[in-house]
């Protein structure tokens, strides 16, 4: 399973290279980098708002390293997506600027047009995007479950102790019963 996303991105990226002309990826460009641009904000926005899930909730230390450890993973993961999303475009303005200077004559072979490796990696990398876009919302609703069961946890552990404290306080002190109370004397003789 960890390895079906990068196959089926290399299946893509390989049928598209040798199906669907150059010319198709630079008809949607503009459209293409809206979308990409749109993707690419919405994460800037995640990995900020995400920092805010590490505040204090008095988590113990294997909480809070917990939460962290995968705080870092899912950021790392944002990053990467909004690298890939960066590539992308890149892919896209090479590929204009490039379009003419693909094709390219040799002696005895003849004319070779290696605008196939522009819509092949264009078409990887959109897919690479499109499959993991599903893991974003799964990332978020992921890291708000974990960082709900460890609040939850903190706010029982602080509601055991203020129940411990409030037991103390009813339990009657030890000065206000005699130290004789429920001694039998013996009757005077």
Do not use: C
């Amino acid at each position: 399973m960890k390895y079906l996303h990068l196959f089926i991105v290399l299946s893509i990226s390989v049928a598209s290279g040798y199906l669907v002309d150059l010319s198709v990826w630079l008809g949607m460009r503009d459209g293409l980098i809206a979308f990409l641009g749109l993707i690419s904000a919405a994460l800037l926005q995640l990995i900020p708002v995400t920092t805010n899930f590490l505040s204090g909730d008095d988590l113990t230390p294997d909480e809070a390293d917990r939460l962290s450890r995968a705080l870092q993973r899912q950021q790392s993961f944002w990053v990467g997506m909004l690298a890939v999303n960066v590539l992308t475009v890149v892919a896209l303005v090479l590929g204009t600027l490039l379009k003419n200077a693909l094709v390219f004559q040799f002696p005895r072979v003849g004319t070779i047009d290696f605008s196939f490796v522009f819509s092949g990696l264009i078409s990887g990398l959109l897919g690479f995007v499109l499959i993991r876009l599903i893991s974003v919302l799964g990332g978020v609703l992921s890291l708000q479950r974990l960082r709900t069961a460890l609040v939850m946890a903190a706010a029982k552990r602080r509601a055991a102790q203020k129940a411990e404290e409030i037991q103390k306080k009813m339990s009657p002190p030890a000065d206000i019963v005699p130290t004789t109370y429920g001694q039998i004397i013996p009757p005077p003789h």
